[in-house]
T-cell receptor, first 115, second 111 residues
Framework: KAGVTQTPRYLIKTRGQQVTLSCSPI?????VSWYQQTPGQGLQFLFE???????NKGNFPGRFSGRQFSNSRSEMNVSTLELGDSALYLC??????????????FGQGTRLTVV | LAKTTQPISMDSYEGQEVNITCSHN???????ITWYQQFPSQGPRFIIQ???TKVTNEVASLFIPADRKSSTLSLPRVSLSDTAVYYC????????????FGPGTSLSVIP
């Protein structure tokens, strides 16, 4: 059974640009959630999608957005990049939209560097 | 919203049992306790989840006292490959429940 796939694994962008990250969940999982991890702030929840609907949202500015497609694949977009957006972005999939407070499976992440 | 408190770091020798305690004084009735393990530059990996008493699986045990204000993750006979950060999460099991990761406990296993 294939795990959670995130692409790309590494990305370098310039301040002011925008970026789109992709996450393919485990087959059959309908929930995808996104997290930002930095040395200073640790793991922070961005948002969760279930059946193409955003169900939960963390405390991030509107520059961070996401969507989920009918095949459960999800994309996360960050517009007008700032240096502070440099981080490891992780997505997790779970069955039936139960979030990480149950058995969620994480991808290896996308390392975004903003210069 | 239940906040969790864990030791920032722990050291242990190979072959020993390691117990990591998490405090969650404000745990709600519908909250579960979930533990994740994370290696550098990888996503967290689910270890175990419980609601009360004791839960055991092939990699760990989770002890939860009757008042549920704390929990202890027990790793039997640790090896060098258990060196990682361990996160304790407390929350409900629906998409609408808040998700807060604490700083976790950095476990170093010494040969």
């Amino acid at each position: 059974k294939a795990g959670v796939t995130q692409t790309p694994r590494y990305l370098i962008k310039t301040r002011g640009q925008q970026v789109t990250l992709s996450c393919s969940p485990i087959s059959g999982h309908r929930s995808v959630s996104w997290y930002q991890q930095t040395p200073g702030q640790g793991l922070q929840f961005l948002f969760e999608y279930f059946s193409e609907t955003q169900r939960n949202k963390g405390n991030f500015p509107g520059r961070f957005s996401g969507r989920q497609f009918s095949n459960s694949r999800s994309e996360m977009n960050v517009s007008t990049l700032e240096l502070g957006d440099s981080a490891l972005y992780l997505c997790a999939s779970s069955l039936l939209g139960q979030g990480v407070n149950t058995e969620a499976f994480f991808g290896q992440g996308t390392r975004l560097t903003v210069v | 919203l239940a906040k969790t408190t864990q030791p920032i770091s722990m050291d242990s020798y190979e072959g020993q049992e390691v117990n990591i305690t998490c405090s969650h004084n404000n745990i709600a009735t519908n909250d579960y306790i979930t533990w994740y393990q994370q290696f550098p530059s990888q996503g967290p990996r689910f270890i175990i989840q419980g609601y009360k008493t004791k839960v055991t699986n092939e990699v760990a045990s989770l002890f939860i006292p009757a008042d549920r204000k704390s929990s202890t993750l027990s790793l039997p006979r640790v090896s060098l490959s258990d060196t990682a950060v361990y996160y304790c999460l407390v929350g409900g099991k629906t998409s609408y429940d808040k998700v807060i990761f604490g700083p976790g406990t950095s476990l170093s296993v010494i040969p």
